[in-house]
T-cell receptor
Framework: QKEVEQDPGPLSVPEGAIVSLNCTYS??????FMWYRQYSRKGPELLMY????GNKEDGRFTAQVDKSSKYISLFIRDSQPSDSATYLC??????????FGTGTRLKVLA | GAVVSQHPSRVICKSGTSVKIECRSL??????MFWYRQFPKKSLMLMAT?????????EQGVEKDKFLINHASLTLSTLTVTSAHPEDSSFYIC?????????????FGPGTRLTVL
Protein backbone atom coordinates (compact mmCIF):
# COMPACT_ATOMS: atom_id res chain seq x y z
CA GLN A 1 0.00 0.00 0.00
CA LYS A 2 1.32 3.42 -0.92
CA GLU A 3 1.72 5.85 1.94
CA VAL A 4 -0.32 8.48 0.12
CA GLU A 5 -2.98 7.57 -2.42
CA GLN A 6 -4.48 10.02 -4.87
CA ASP A 7 -6.71 9.51 -7.88
CA PRO A 8 -4.71 10.67 -10.93
CA GLY A 9 -7.80 11.79 -12.84
CA PRO A 10 -8.09 13.52 -15.19
CA LEU A 11 -10.99 15.45 -13.75
CA SER A 12 -12.91 17.79 -16.07
CA VAL A 13 -15.42 20.28 -14.71
CA PRO A 14 -17.26 23.29 -16.15
CA GLU A 15 -16.22 26.77 -15.13
CA GLY A 16 -17.82 27.83 -11.86
CA ALA A 17 -18.15 24.30 -10.50
CA ILE A 18 -17.03 23.25 -7.05
CA VAL A 19 -14.08 20.90 -7.30
CA SER A 20 -13.30 18.25 -4.72
CA LEU A 21 -9.84 16.68 -4.67
CA ASN A 22 -8.98 13.93 -2.23
CA CYS A 23 -6.15 11.85 -0.82
CA THR A 24 -5.86 9.07 1.70
CA TYR A 25 -2.81 8.21 3.72
CA SER A 26 -1.75 5.22 5.74
CA UNK A 27 0.58 6.45 8.49
CA UNK A 28 -1.09 7.95 11.53
CA UNK A 29 2.21 9.65 12.42
CA UNK A 30 1.75 12.18 9.62
CA UNK A 31 0.98 15.56 11.12
CA UNK A 32 1.22 18.13 8.36
CA PHE A 33 -0.75 18.04 5.16
CA MET A 34 -0.10 20.17 2.12
CA TRP A 35 -1.70 20.85 -1.21
CA TYR A 36 0.46 21.92 -4.12
CA ARG A 37 -0.52 23.12 -7.56
CA GLN A 38 1.73 22.30 -10.47
CA TYR A 39 1.34 23.72 -13.94
CA SER A 40 2.76 21.78 -16.84
CA ARG A 41 6.58 21.70 -16.84
CA LYS A 42 6.79 23.92 -13.77
CA GLY A 43 7.73 23.34 -10.15
CA PRO A 44 4.99 22.83 -7.58
CA GLU A 45 3.70 25.82 -5.65
CA LEU A 46 2.21 25.59 -2.19
CA LEU A 47 -1.50 26.33 -1.99
CA MET A 48 -2.25 25.45 1.60
CA TYR A 49 -1.01 23.46 4.51
CA UNK A 50 -2.85 22.24 7.57
CA UNK A 51 -1.81 20.70 10.82
CA UNK A 52 -3.92 17.93 12.33
CA UNK A 53 -7.67 17.64 11.78
CA GLY A 54 -9.93 20.46 10.75
CA ASN A 55 -10.62 22.94 7.99
CA LYS A 56 -8.60 25.81 6.63
CA GLU A 57 -9.89 28.34 4.16
CA ASP A 58 -8.02 30.70 1.86
CA GLY A 59 -10.09 32.54 -0.70
CA ARG A 60 -11.68 30.01 -3.03
CA PHE A 61 -9.71 27.14 -1.53
CA THR A 62 -10.60 25.04 1.51
CA ALA A 63 -8.38 22.29 2.86
CA GLN A 64 -9.89 19.65 5.11
CA VAL A 65 -8.19 16.97 7.17
CA ASP A 66 -9.89 14.06 8.89
CA LYS A 67 -7.23 12.20 10.84
CA SER A 68 -9.67 9.59 12.12
CA SER A 69 -10.25 8.33 8.58
CA LYS A 70 -6.83 9.43 7.24
CA TYR A 71 -8.51 11.48 4.55
CA ILE A 72 -7.55 14.89 3.22
CA SER A 73 -9.46 17.06 0.80
CA LEU A 74 -9.10 20.26 -1.16
CA PHE A 75 -12.18 22.12 -2.34
CA ILE A 76 -12.07 24.78 -5.00
CA ARG A 77 -15.09 27.04 -5.27
CA ASP A 78 -16.08 28.92 -8.41
CA SER A 79 -13.43 27.10 -10.41
CA GLN A 80 -11.74 28.98 -13.23
CA PRO A 81 -9.93 27.82 -16.37
CA SER A 82 -6.74 29.14 -14.77
CA ASP A 83 -7.17 26.51 -12.06
CA SER A 84 -6.43 23.84 -14.66
CA ALA A 85 -3.31 22.13 -13.35
CA THR A 86 -2.15 19.08 -11.46
CA TYR A 87 -2.90 19.15 -7.75
CA LEU A 88 -0.59 17.22 -5.47
CA CYS A 89 -1.26 16.35 -1.87
CA UNK A 90 1.70 15.80 0.42
CA UNK A 91 2.36 14.92 4.02
CA UNK A 92 5.23 15.54 6.39
CA UNK A 93 5.61 13.70 9.67
CA UNK A 94 7.94 16.38 10.93
CA UNK A 95 11.04 14.60 9.70
CA UNK A 96 11.74 17.02 6.82
CA UNK A 97 10.78 14.45 4.21
CA UNK A 98 7.65 15.03 2.18
CA UNK A 99 5.63 12.20 0.71
CA PHE A 100 3.59 13.15 -2.33
CA GLY A 101 0.50 11.67 -3.87
CA THR A 102 0.53 10.98 -7.59
CA GLY A 103 -1.34 14.21 -8.34
CA THR A 104 -4.78 14.78 -9.85
CA ARG A 105 -4.99 16.48 -13.22
CA LEU A 106 -7.77 19.03 -13.24
CA LYS A 107 -9.22 20.69 -16.30
CA VAL A 108 -11.73 23.50 -15.91
CA LEU A 109 -13.64 24.07 -19.10
CA ALA A 110 -14.62 27.60 -20.13
CA GLY B 1 7.70 34.36 -0.35
CA ALA B 2 10.99 32.49 -0.53
CA VAL B 3 12.40 31.99 -4.02
CA VAL B 4 14.35 29.02 -5.30
CA SER B 5 15.94 29.05 -8.72
CA GLN B 6 17.29 26.24 -10.87
CA HIS B 7 19.72 26.37 -13.74
CA PRO B 8 19.52 25.34 -16.46
CA SER B 9 15.78 25.06 -17.03
CA ARG B 10 16.33 22.69 -19.89
CA VAL B 11 19.30 20.65 -21.07
CA ILE B 12 19.84 18.19 -23.86
CA CYS B 13 22.97 16.08 -23.82
CA LYS B 14 24.51 13.07 -25.46
CA SER B 15 24.59 9.69 -23.80
CA GLY B 16 27.70 9.24 -21.68
CA THR B 17 28.20 12.88 -20.77
CA SER B 18 27.71 14.43 -17.34
CA VAL B 19 25.25 17.19 -16.57
CA LYS B 20 25.26 19.56 -13.62
CA ILE B 21 22.09 21.20 -12.32
CA GLU B 22 22.24 24.09 -9.86
CA CYS B 23 19.69 24.92 -7.20
CA ARG B 24 19.86 28.25 -5.39
CA SER B 25 17.84 29.77 -2.58
CA LEU B 26 17.75 33.46 -3.48
CA UNK B 27 16.48 35.16 -0.36
CA UNK B 28 16.98 32.77 2.53
CA UNK B 29 19.52 30.36 3.90
CA UNK B 30 18.65 26.76 3.17
CA UNK B 31 19.99 24.38 5.76
CA UNK B 32 18.42 21.50 3.88
CA MET B 33 17.89 20.99 0.18
CA PHE B 34 16.04 18.18 -1.51
CA TRP B 35 16.27 16.71 -5.00
CA TYR B 36 13.25 15.13 -6.65
CA ARG B 37 12.66 13.39 -9.91
CA GLN B 38 9.37 13.46 -11.75
CA PHE B 39 8.37 11.31 -14.70
CA PRO B 40 5.56 12.44 -17.01
CA LYS B 41 2.19 12.34 -15.29
CA LYS B 42 3.78 10.92 -12.16
CA SER B 43 4.40 12.28 -8.72
CA LEU B 44 7.59 13.71 -7.29
CA MET B 45 9.96 11.04 -6.06
CA LEU B 46 12.52 12.13 -3.50
CA MET B 47 16.02 11.22 -4.59
CA ALA B 48 18.14 12.64 -1.80
CA THR B 49 18.32 15.10 1.05
CA UNK B 50 21.35 17.26 1.61
CA UNK B 51 22.45 19.44 4.47
CA UNK B 52 25.01 22.16 4.03
CA UNK B 53 28.52 20.89 4.54
CA UNK B 54 27.66 17.22 4.90
CA UNK B 55 27.10 14.26 2.65
CA UNK B 56 23.73 13.77 1.04
CA UNK B 57 21.36 11.08 2.23
CA UNK B 58 20.04 9.09 -0.69
CA GLU B 59 16.72 7.32 -0.89
CA GLN B 60 16.60 3.60 -1.44
CA GLY B 61 17.27 2.68 -5.04
CA VAL B 62 19.01 5.94 -5.96
CA GLU B 63 22.63 5.43 -7.06
CA LYS B 64 24.80 7.90 -5.20
CA ASP B 65 27.68 7.46 -7.64
CA LYS B 66 25.43 8.33 -10.54
CA PHE B 67 23.65 11.27 -8.96
CA LEU B 68 26.31 13.33 -7.21
CA ILE B 69 24.99 15.97 -4.84
CA ASN B 70 27.00 18.79 -3.37
CA HIS B 71 25.61 21.30 -0.89
CA ALA B 72 28.56 23.62 -0.65
CA SER B 73 26.85 26.62 0.90
CA LEU B 74 23.60 27.64 2.55
CA THR B 75 22.29 28.93 -0.77
CA LEU B 76 23.58 26.45 -3.34
CA SER B 77 23.20 22.76 -4.02
CA THR B 78 24.20 20.97 -7.21
CA LEU B 79 23.10 17.69 -8.72
CA THR B 80 25.43 16.09 -11.24
CA VAL B 81 24.09 13.27 -13.37
CA THR B 82 27.19 11.33 -14.34
CA SER B 83 27.48 9.29 -17.52
CA ALA B 84 23.90 10.11 -18.42
CA HIS B 85 21.80 7.64 -20.37
CA PRO B 86 18.41 8.02 -22.03
CA GLU B 87 16.66 6.45 -19.03
CA ASP B 88 17.94 9.39 -16.94
CA SER B 89 15.77 11.72 -19.00
CA SER B 90 13.34 13.27 -16.58
CA PHE B 91 12.20 16.43 -14.83
CA TYR B 92 14.44 17.20 -11.87
CA ILE B 93 13.14 19.52 -9.18
CA CYS B 94 14.93 20.84 -6.13
CA UNK B 95 13.48 22.31 -2.99
CA UNK B 96 14.97 24.17 -0.06
CA UNK B 97 14.04 24.51 3.56
CA UNK B 98 15.35 26.71 6.33
CA UNK B 99 14.31 23.92 8.69
CA UNK B 100 13.46 25.24 12.12
CA UNK B 101 11.54 22.29 13.48
CA UNK B 102 7.83 21.61 13.40
CA UNK B 103 6.43 22.27 9.96
CA UNK B 104 9.40 22.58 7.62
CA UNK B 105 8.10 24.28 4.52
CA UNK B 106 9.94 23.37 1.39
CA UNK B 107 10.17 25.94 -1.36
CA PHE B 108 10.40 24.42 -4.79
CA GLY B 109 12.42 25.44 -7.77
CA PRO B 110 10.95 25.61 -11.29
CA GLY B 111 12.56 22.33 -12.34
CA THR B 112 15.10 21.25 -14.95
CA ARG B 113 14.11 19.11 -17.87
CA LEU B 114 16.90 16.75 -18.86
CA THR B 115 16.84 14.95 -22.18
CA VAL B 116 19.58 12.43 -22.89
CA LEU B 117 19.93 11.44 -26.53
Amino acid sequence: QKEVEQDPGPLSVPEGAIVSLNCTYSNSAFQYFMWYRQYSRKGPELLMYTYSSGNKEDGRFTAQVDKSSKYISLFIRDSQPSDSATYLCATDSGTYKYIFGTGTRLKVLA
Amino acid sequence: GAVVSQHPSRVICKSGTSVKIECRSLDFQATTMFWYRQFPKKSLMLMATSNEGSKATYEQGVEKDKFLINHASLTLSTLTVTSAHPEDSSFYICSASSGAGGYNEQFFGPGTRLTVL
